[in-house]
């Protein structure tokens, strides 16, 4: 009854209360063909004492000790254990949308401080605090820029996200935006030439990543010129936030998508995560989800309020900038909490270590027959390389020493099918990278 609280009987009673006598009933929408008509594939029924002994032993399962070279958008980090110990505080852990100020002034105050270090960081003017994650944030910043212009056709770089070009093309489906993709060019980088050719004065929005996909650093400063001169908005996303430590913030951009997963947030098997859309204040209004702000009382003392949150359940639907319905309040108080104990110096530190480290991976993969840089263009702590063997065969060689592999590229680039997305952050070690790289020697070595 703990998970299963309503009887045959009141099931019964609540299908007769809407004028119907079968659950079967309430998916007579859906077509018959699409209908589930078999229990679903799982073991029990349980009791509550072996459903928790099944799922420790699942957990048992996972595997311990190995050495990742896995990036692709989710980036593992050091994290300390005092920002784990101040999200599950219960005032934190339980909280939810911040509607009444003065009772959630802590809610409001975290909030209000993760936008500033988001402004901070991105090098723009206004900062939002409720996006689900990098993907979704980019797609939201597309609608707002969509919003601004008032035109329906966007330009995409190949070399963003796969995953992130993904969502874009689910909602533009159904709202009526047209996306074409830019080819990237032999170093890594969005292609300029083709860029200028395909911007006419229907382009909303020019996406672009930094550091992008492959891991190479684009230049948004050159892009934002090509981009505004054709009075569109240059959309950089930013997928690796701890690139920022070492590399110019996109302030070039009219608005700005980031993924904050690499702060404070564990990889944790895909989420949850943080999406951040930061841009102009000029834009402020067109932002979707919710923005705080800080404000004095009567009595001349400091208080945070909602000062917009222009979503669905709060306006008329169709006023309404976006339907994100999260506040992700937890992932941002511990993005906060993170880079407030980093610090300015600390995620300076942080970058270079991830910087010098895969450029050490690099130079080590280059010394092996065979293997060579896919693009030449400067990176942070992703590159791609060219292996003489398929790069699924090498990972699988990798995993039985206890190494999880680079990205297969060719999973969504068939033209670089050959090629992997090498990842090394602070967390791996001169002696991981060393045998890393004498397995990737022994791989290959064995198959001539």
């Known amino acids: 009854m703990r998970y299963l609280p309503k009887s045959p009987a009141e099931r019964q009673q609540m299908l ?25 594939n799982l073991p029990g029924p349980y009791s509550e004492q072996e459903i928790i002994e099944y799922f420790q032993a699942r957990a048992a399962e996972n595997s311990a000790g190995y050495t990742s070279f896995l990036g692709a958008g989710v980036y593992n980090h050091l994290r300390s254990v005092v920002t784990d110990t101040i999200i599950q505080r219960g005032e934190f852990l339980t909280s939810y949308t911040p509607y009444q100020a003065e009772i959630t002034q802590g809610t409001l105050q975290a909030i209000f401080e993760f936008q500033t270090l988001m402004c901070q960081l991105t090098g723009q003017e206004v900062a939002n605090a409720s996006m689900y994650d990098g993907s979704t944030a980019t797609t939201e910043a597309v609608l707002m820029a969509e919003r601004v212009t008032s035109r329906r056709r966007v330009l995409v770089g190949r070399s963003v996200h796969p995953e992130y070009r993904e969502v874009l093309r689910t909602y533009a489906k159904n709202s009526g935006l047209h996306v074409e993709e830019i080819s990237y060019t032999a170093m890594g980088t969005l292609d300029e030439k083709a860029l200028q050719s395909a911007l006419r004065e229907d382009v909303c929005a020019v996406v672009v990543q930094s550091p992008n996909f492959f891991g190479v650093i684009e230049s948004p400063a050159a892009l934002a010129k090509i981009t505004q001169a054709a009075g569109a908005l240059l959309v950089v996303a930013v997928a690796e936030g701890v690139s920022l430590g070492a590399v110019k913030p996109p302030a070039e951009a009219d608005i700005v998508a980031m993924e904050g997963q690499s702060f404070g947030l564990a990889p944790s098997y895909g989420g949850p995560y943080v999406g951040v859309v930061a841009s102009r204040e000029k834009y402020v209004r067109q932002m979707p989800g919710r923005l705080a702000g800080q404000t004095t009382d009567r009595e001349a003392r400091r208080g945070f309020v909602l000062t917009l949150a222009t979503r669905e359940q709060h306006i008329r639907r169709e006023k309404a900038t976006s339907n994100i319905c999260t506040n992700q309040a937890l992932c941002a108080l511990a993005a906060t909490v993170h880079l407030t104990l980093l610090g300015k110096e600390g995620l300076r530190e942080q970058a270079e270590q991830n910087l010098s480290k895969a450029h050490f991976a690099l130079a080590e993969l280059e010394k092996i027959p065979g293997v060579k840089r896919t693009f030449p263009g400067p990176f942070f702590n992703e590159f791609a390389v060219e292996f003489p063997k398929s790069v699924r065969i090498v990972n699988a060689d990798l995993l039985r020493e206890k190494i999880v592999g680079p990205y297969v590229l060719g999973t969504a680039y068939p033209e670089l099918s050959k090629n992997a997305l090498v990842c090394v952050t602070e967390t791996t070690t001169r002696g991981e990278i060393e045998r890393f790289v004498a397995g990737v020697r022994k791989s290959i070595t064995e198959a001539k």
């Open 16 to 40: 007769a209360a809407i004028g119907i006598k079968t659950a079967e009933e309430l998916f007579s929408s859906i077509p018959e063909a699409y209908r589930l008509k078999k229990p679903l």
